[in-house]
């Protein structure tokens, strides 16, 4: 069975400061995303890395997949209040289609 | 270009009954994905539909149906209620299950 662990779980942000988000999967994938949630919406889409080594970037978020460490990271650069949110990364597999993991809930002060 | 949509947006049931959900996919997407989240959880694969056959299935019991019809959109059926199956469920509908998926903004379902 796939999973995949999150952590944090809970990330309290200074604004202005640097944090990471950290994804281990447990078998091997060569897809992987990043969703953004906030309270009682849907799931909006971060990022798709397709590729050992992928990095994309967008504003603020940068995330990057290694496929060989099965690992993938969001890296937060200078927090803003804008960001507070959930953060999910997902797996692709071919028999539970997308495993999520937990979720890191991003509350960022002042 | 339409995106994913998704009717009702809440629902109250109570136990034993039977509740259908009901998602359209985006244009151009043949398969849909139904995810069942509950509160404070990241979404759990419920199954897949890819015209109109079911095409994968995470664990989850029988009285969890669903059906695809053959304008892509699709039905999620639950019978016989359970407390535990209060939750957010959401639709994701891609081309042929191999490329992203796109979300729907989900039906909340309480079941009293």
């Known amino acids: 069975e796939l999973k995949v662990e999150q952590n944090p779980l809970f990330l309290s942000m200074q604004e202005g400061k640097n944090y990471t988000i950290y994804c281990n999967y447990s078998t091997t994938s060569d897809r992987l995303y990043w969703y953004r949630q906030d309270p009682g919406k849907s799931l909006e889409s971060l990022f798709v890395l397709l590729s050992n080594g992928a990095v994309k970037q967008e504003g603020r978020l940068m995330a990057s997949l290694d496929t060989k460490a099965r690992l993938s990271t969001l890296h937060i650069t200078a927090a803003v209040h804008d960001l507070s949110a959930t953060y999910f990364c997902?797996?692709?597999?071919?028999?539970?289609?997308?495993?999520f993991g937990a979720g890191t809930t991003v509350t960022v002060r002042a | 270009e339409t995106g994913v949509t998704q009717s009702p947006t809440h629902l109250i049931k109570t136990r034993g009954q039977q509740v259908t959900l009901r998602c359209s996919s985006q244009?151009?997407?043949?398969?849909v994905s139904w995810y069942q989240q509950a509160l404070g959880q990241g979404p759990q694969f419920i199954f897949q539909y890819y015209r109109e056959e079911e095409n994968g299935r995470g664990n989850f019991p029988p009285r969890f149906s669903g059906l695809q019809f053959p304008n892509y959109s699709s039905e999620l059926n639950v019978n016989a209620l359970e407390l535990d199956d209060s939750a957010l469920y959401l639709c994701?509908?891609?081309?042929?299950?191999?490329?992203?998926?796109?979300f729907g903004p989900g039906t909340r379902l309480t079941v009293l």
């Open positions: 994701a509908s891609s081309v042929s299950g191999i490329l992203e998926q796109f």
């Open positions: 997902a797996v692709d597999n071919p028999q539970y289609k997308l495993s």
């Open positions: 244009s151009g997407h043949n398969t």
